[in-house]
């Protein structure tokens, strides 16, 4: 079993569509939980960070942790076709290395 | 604030040639990690250092080494070059532990 799954899709979704991406996780020392957007030939941007369990809304963005039951969320309401990207969903102990999720792709047309 | 930079872009080498990566960290940070990324899946970590000193290593052979500089900029040597060393290598850098990191868009490199 990896340390962090994530389905890979593709995810095809029209403009104006809430998108659910998700990530499980079997390390129970995990305390930081990241999600990036990567756009292609670019490297991964951060878009939402989170400490412990939890929500966190940003504009659009809403990212969700349940460490009760190793699972990680991030909500896109009123998606856009510039949110097109690859999303990755990464976690860390605190200081050490980001485990990533091989990310999910995502295409939003118009 | 500029973000963190990486040099080249874009490298070609032929197997068996080495390479150096450089990384600028975005400044006030001093931590700086690397990162391998293959096709179609997430970065896997190489190095991670911070003040000058290696904090962390992935799971990767010797002929992968780094070093960071008084200024926090950084190095990712790697020797004996094979096939499946081509890859985007990523760096990353934060203010330190328990710190978002954030990345550079990578050096492409292409091993012939």
């Known amino acids: 079993q990896k340390e962090v799954e994530q389905d890979p899709g593709p995810l095809s979704v029209p403009e104006g569509a809430i998108v659910s991406l998700n990530c499980t996780y079997s390390n129970s020392a995990f305390q930081y939980f990241m999600w990036y957007r990567q756009y292609s030939r670019k490297g991964p941007e951060l878009l939402m960070y989170?400490?412990?369990?939890g929500n966190k809304e940003d504009g659009r963005f809403t990212a969700q942790v349940d460490k009760s039951s190793k699972y990680i969320s991030l909500f896109i309401r009123d998606s856009q076709p510039s949110d097109s990207a690859t999303y990755l969903c990464a976690m860390s102990q605190a200081g050490t290395a980001l485990i990533f999720g091989k990310g999910t792709t995502l295409s939003v047309s118009s | 604030d500029a973000g963190v930079t990486q040099s080249p872009t874009h490298l070609i080498k032929t197997r068996g040639q080495h390479v150096t990566l450089r990384c600028s960290p975005i400044s006030g940070h001093k931590s700086v990690s690397w990162y391998q990324q293959v096709l179609g899946q997430g970065p896997q970590f190489i190095f991670q250092y911070y003040e000058k000193e290696e904090r962390g290593r992935g799971n990767f052979p010797d002929r992968f080494s780094a070093r960071q500089f008084p200024n926090y900029s950084s190095e990712l040597n790697v020797n004996a070059l094979l096939l499946g060393d081509s890859a985007l290598y990523l760096c990353?850098?934060?203010?330190?532990?328990?710190?978002?990191?954030?990345f550079g868009d990578g050096t492409r490199l292409s091993i012939l």
């Open positions: 989170t400490y412990s369990s």
């Open positions: 990353a850098s934060s203010q330190g532990a328990g710190q978002p990191q954030h």
